[in-house]
């Protein structure tokens, strides 16, 4: 492997890939290094026939969306999301999603699952249904949280789909690889700041997985209603980007630039300033959100007035995330037990594979995180800063721009250029996944990702474009082709038994704790927040 090259004129910005790498490839302990988990989760719209948002309530038959832990909601009562547990391969992830679609598309009633990140045929913010989750109060504040994020930002731009990448290292890598390097913290810390420092390289490459798996470069002008936009007419109905990868990560997505009235950002430099941050985010009102108002005429519009409502307001394409205990503060889990995996956001709906998401994507994704891991991580200054918020947004954008440059350090580069020496660092990460798993999947997954930089019409953002343009469709008549195709390829598929009993008896099961934990309430809504909010 050859990934080392001058940079600043003096850095090799790369060896200490390389270097690591090496060590791991000696240690003998090809376990550690591939027995890494992954999961995922994947936001879908359910729809009409006619592609409007269902007004249907979530379906019973699949259970309570409040304790169900494979099929829920997200932001709408028709936003489903599907949660995979952590796996060792990818296959096994992928399997369960499949089968967790499956089973949902045989308890939907002529709805279909939209197959693309962007939704369509919206007829504003009130014709969204915010998602319910019963009458406890842990139920309640999931729904005025919703409430809240709607007065705050629209409703419009929360029925946005993603799919979510959560991913832990083997326990058995963080000893082998804290003695690499020579660390006597306590193993915590170790793992607290080695996550950190993947968070923040997660950051400074994040440009990429726009590019890479961008798959939405043109809106239904619904989603805009009459609001003024800088977007290309495609075609009567649709607003596009010509060299937009990811539109669903830019300017009119549910992304940081929404921070901007509120004054936060957070700081990913240590476990500590994170939490610090978005404690104080959480804890300090905001004059801007006090004029909505909490309780208003009885009803309750918002959780509380501050910069944010709960830690999970703040929109990042990554996240450092800790397995909650019951009613627990995120921030607290993080602050008691450190980070147990990291939540990358920042991936579209595949509207070329049926599931959302492919094997090669998630590939991909597992030797990225470990390249993240491996590369060296400074702190994040304010310069830094400002250009990772700008290289995301020129990606999201601009990425197929052949004129677009990132800035790294002060100086301008080549997006394909910085993504091509990317690639190249990993080919020892590839070829270090691939030993200990015995194939070539992850260098064939990072072959395929270097085509799309080699030719960005490869790229899913291109080919949608191209695809409207042959067939003469607007994004709409695109989206809604895709679903139905993804459609038949559900129902052309046979859910095994054991995997619909699981589904069955998890939703039979989920309705009997909603039941219970309604039951155990013991005080009103309003001292159940009081309490909620004291933690410490």
Request: net charge negative; hydrophobic share 35%.
């Amino acid at each position: 492997m050859n990934g080392a090259r001058a940079y600043d004129g003096t850095v090799l910005l790369y060896q200490s890939v390389e270097k690591r790498v090496t060590q791991l490839a000696d240690c003998g302990e090809p376990a550690a290094v591939t027995g890494a988990l992954a999961g995922l989760e994947k936001e879908c719209l359910r729809v009409s026939p006619d592609g409007s948002i269902s007004q249907a309530p979530h379906p019973r038959s699949l259970g309570s969306a409040l304790t169900n832990p494979y099929i829920t909601t997200d932001y709408s009562e028709a936003l489903i999301e599907f949660i995979t547990p952590p796996f060792l391969h990818s296959e096994q992830a992928l399997s369960f999603l499949r089968d967790t679609q499956k089973f949902v598309y045989q308890n939907l009633d002529r709805e279909i699952l939209w197959a693309t990140s962007m939704p369509c045929v919206l007829e504003g913010g009130a014709n969204i249904p915010i998602a319910q989750y019963g009458s406890s109060n842990a139920g309640v504040m999931k729904s005025v949280y919703r409430e809240g994020l709607g007065h705050r930002y629209g409703r419009v731009m929360q029925v946005i789909a993603g799919v979510h990448f959560n991913f832990s290292f083997a326990t058995d890598l963080w000893p082998i690889f804290q003695t690499l390097l020579n660390d006597r913290r306590p193993q915590r810390d170790f793992i607290d700041a080695s996550y950190m420092g993947l968070t923040r390289n997660l950051q400074r490459y994040g440009w990429l997985i726009p590019y890479l798996f961008g798959a939405s470069p043109a809106v239904c002008k619904s989603f805009l209603g009459d609001k003024p936009t800088r977007l290309e007419s495609f075609d009567a109905s649709t607003y596009y980007e010509p060299y937009a990868t990811s539109l669903r990560m830019g300017d009119i997505g549910y992304t940081n630039s929404k921070e901007k009235g509120v004054g936060i950002k957070a700081n990913y430099n240590s476990l500590n300033a994170y939490v610090d941050i978005l404690t104080h985010a959480i804890e300090t009102p905001s004059p801007i959100w006090e004029k909505i108002g909490v309780v208003v005429d009885g009803r309750y519009k918002q959780l509380n007035a501050n910069i944010l409502q709960i830690e999970n307001e703040y929109y990042s394409t990554v996240r450092p995330k800790q397995v909650l205990r019951d009613m627990e503060k995120p921030t607290l889990a993080l602050k008691n037990r450190g980070i147990q995996y990291i939540e990358l956001r920042s991936l579209d709906v595949n509207a070329y594979d049926p599931l959302g998401v492919s094997e090669e994507q998630m590939k991909f994704l597992r030797a990225f995180m470990l390249f993240c891991l491996l590369q060296q991580s400074p702190p994040i200054n304010v310069q830094e800063q400002r250009e990772i918020d700008q290289n995301i947004g020129g990606a999201a954008h601009r990425g197929r721009d052949p004129q677009l440059y990132l800035l790294r350090q002060g100086r301008e580069i080549g997006l394909r250029d910085w993504a091509s020496e990317v690639c190249e660092a990993m080919q020892g990460v590839c070829e270090l996944l691939d030993a200990g798993s015995n194939g070539s999947a992850y260098s064939r997954a990072l072959q395929q990702q270097q085509a799309k930089i080699d030719d960005p019409q490869l790229t899913p953002s291109a080919r949608m474009l191209a695809e409207m343009r042959e067939q003469g469709e607007g994004f709409f008549h695109f989206a809604q082709r895709m679903s139905h195709q993804h459609r038949d390829f559900f129902s052309g598929i046979e859910l095994p038994p054991e995997r619909e009993k699981l589904f069955r008896d998890e939703a039979a099961d989920s309705l009997q704790r909603q039941i219970a934990i309604e039951q155990a309430d013991r005080v009103d809504f309003e001292h159940f927040l009081a309490d909620y909010f004291a933690q410490h």
